[in-house]
């Protein structure tokens, strides 16, 4: 998985296309203090971006962005500084299903279905941080 990911960032990176479901978060770790760079499904809904885990609070880089007090970057052919903002548990639903959607990959990863009714999606909120990008 760890070779995927570094194949994916590159591709991100420097695909003369702009890819509009993805981008390559870059943030540094908490504990090595070196840049890690994670690619991921961009989340566009009602104007906003969004970052989601699909392995959720488990995911390395969401805890390397809570010990980062949010701040990251999107990496890419435009590097651009973001403030990761965690979206509340009671806001989460709606975004999470509308990420189901958009990133099939993720589908395997997540224990509800695409189609599932909101109140099955609202069960798993709590475990499924999701993150609205903001200018720092």
Do not use: K
Request: hydrophobic share 45%; net charge positive.
């Amino acid at each position: 998985m760890r070779a995927l990911n570094r194949l994916d960032a590159l591709l991100y990176r420097v695909l003369p296309i702009r890819l509009t479901r993805g981008t390559v978060l870059c943030v540094r770790g908490r504990h090595s203090g070196r840049v890690r760079r994670i690619p991921l499904a961009l989340l566009r809904y009602r104007g906003e971006r969004y970052l989601v885990p699909m392995l959720g609070e488990g995911a390395g880089w969401v805890r390397d962005v809570r010990a980062a007090g949010g701040y990251a970057r999107l990496c890419g052919r435009h590097s651009a500084p973001v403030r990761l903002l965690e979206v509340p548990v009671g806001e989460r639903p709606q975004l999470l299903r509308a990420y189901l959607r958009m990133a099939p990959g993720a589908r395997a990863h997540m224990p509800v279905d695409h189609r599932a009714p909101l109140e099955d999606v609202t069960a798993i909120a709590p475990r499924y941080p999701v993150f609205r990008l903001a200018l720092p």
